[in-house]
């Protein structure tokens, strides 16, 4: 016995069209006319789009940070995804000082085991780079199914790591299928700037973009092209957040670098001027990179449509403004960073994508689950709609509108960076593997029924 969705329109990367999809199990079985057999389940879906369920590559769901730990865990984190159309989320495990890959990944597994709405697997961001952990790197992408690492090069004394340790990462990272994402800045010279603000008595959170300017977003991101070169090695830059960090990923992608490169929905939607308020609650927006000047979303959204930026996550990393944020309230520098959003980013893409003529509807689906599918090893199984593949699939209607607001959002945070901004079109049902997980905009499994990916190596012909 299968399940039927007939009538729909379906939305690939390449393609467009009305079909009917029979799910048998956890796969889809067959796309065309008449699909149904005779004992199936069938499901109208005539008026709705068919998106390949979302993938969402960059999480921070249940981090702990100084004292206390990010707001949503696994469990309202992913629920809150599913809702919002996101059947995979691949978050950011973390080895902290001292730890090896290995423990730091079974930390992450046990947050996350038996508490996901949405099927998950994990980067792995490395803090502590030594002899031990170079040793653990095939382990990493051949046994734990862990295919790309995360590097910081902002956050000094902390999660930061040197150009030394950058470049060996690189190296072995390429001989070992595996793919190094970046977060691009420079933490010396953020450093020093939140040291000069503080001397001048400028601890607001308004501050805080002061501290990372443009120019410490791009000095970070050419410092990894170069680095990339010379290791001849893949890299990926995560939030990317402005024109003079996207020109640079151009040049470096025209001189044949292997550079891939995210953007998140606040830099496309959401703007520097929220740090004109004098008052502590820009703390809100206390995130790295900071928001940008409006006119940088442009840049952003063509480089989306031109294939400079590769794909769409949310960076969520959601801290209370009540009890959290504001530990920061005499030093923006101790706001913890981060903001919620992985229940609006489908939502976000569409209403100021799709509906505004900057993005077509296939690009809309390879920005937001084909493409990172293909950069983290988990296509055709995820990230499109065909037989064979998960069918992880969202019923999607173009006409339902509604406002963000934290009042009705499912993050298990007590603020939206989104607040009163307008959605047009919504997940109404959704699927993963085959299983119903959202009826009519309501979780409808008793349990979370996620499970682990275990990722393929990023290609040696990409490498
Ligand atoms: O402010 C941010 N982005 N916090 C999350 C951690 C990171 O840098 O990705
Ligand atoms: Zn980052
Ligand atoms: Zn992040």
């Known amino acids: 016995m299968g399940i039927v969705l007939r009538g729909g329109t379906i939305v690939t990367d390449t393609d467009c069209y009305h079909a009917d999809i029979r799910i048998q199990g956890e796969v889809i079985a067959t796309i065309g006319s008449q699909v149904a057999h005779e004992d199936d389940t069938v499901l109208p879906a005539e008026g709705y789009y068919i998106f390949p369920g979302g993938i969402d590559a960059h999480t921070h769901f249940d981090l ?179 024109r003079e960090a996207m020109e640079t990923v151009a040049q470096a992608k025209a001189r044949g670098v292997k550079v891939f490169a995210e953007t998140c929905p606040q830099y496309l939607v959401l703007e520097d001027s929220v740090y004109q308020d004098p008052t502590f609650s820009c703390a809100k927006y206390v995130m790295s990179p900071p928001l940008r000047a409006k006119e940088n979303q442009a840049y952003l959204w063509n480089g989306l449509k031109t294939g400079i930026l590769d794909t769409v996550a949310t960076d969520h990393c959601s ?64 990230g499109t709609i065909a037989p064979g593949s998960h069918a992880d699939l969202v019923l999607w209607d173009e006409n339902r509108r509604f406002t963000i607001g934290a009042a009705s959002h499912a993050h298990n945070v007590d603020y939206s960076p989104y607040e009163g901004i307008e959605q047009q079109g919504q997940s109404i049902h959704v699927f993963l593997r085959g299983r119903q997980v959202v009826r009519n905009g309501v979780v409808c499994v008793e349990s979370p029924q996620g499970q682990y990916l275990f990722r393929k190596q990023f290609p040696q012909d990409k490498a």
């Open 319 to 382: 801290f209370n403004f009540r009890g959290q944020k504001d530990l920061g309230r005499e030093d923006f520098s101790k706001i913890p960073n981060g903001a919620p959003g992985v229940e609006h980013r489908l939502g976000l893409l569409y209403t100021y994508g799709v509906q505004a003529g900057k993005l077509s509807l296939t690009q809309f689906v390879d920005k937001m689950a084909t493409k990172p599918a293909k950069l983290f090893g988990i296509y055709p199984q995820k």
């Open 64 to 242: 702990p940070v100084g004292t206390m730990s990010t707001a949503d865990d696994f469990a309202s984190g992913t629920r809150a995804a599913i809702l919002g159309g996101t059947t995979t989320v691949i978050d950011y495990a973390t080895q902290f000082k001292g730890e090896t890959l290995k423990q730091g990944l079974a930390n992450w597994h046990q947050r996350a085991s038996g508490n996901c709405y949405t099927d998950y697997g994990f980067h792995m961001a490395i803090t502590d780079w030594n002899e031990h952990v170079s040793r653990e790197m095939p382990w990493l992408s051949q046994e734990a199914g862990v295919t790309s690492v995360k590097l910081y090069m902002a956050y000094k004394n902390i999660m930061q790591v040197d150009d030394s340790a950058l470049f060996q990462v690189l190296e072995r990272s390429r001989n070992c299928g595996i793919l190094t994402c970046v977060h691009c800045e420079n933490g010396d010279i953020v450093d020093n700037l939140t040291r000069q603000l503080r001397q001048q008595g400028k601890t607001a959170p308004a501050y805080h973009p002061l501290s990372r300017p443009p120019r410490v977003e791009q000095e970070a991101v050419n410092r990894l092209m170069v680095l990339a070169e010379l290791a001849d090695a893949p890299v990926f830059v995560v939030h990317l957040s402005c």
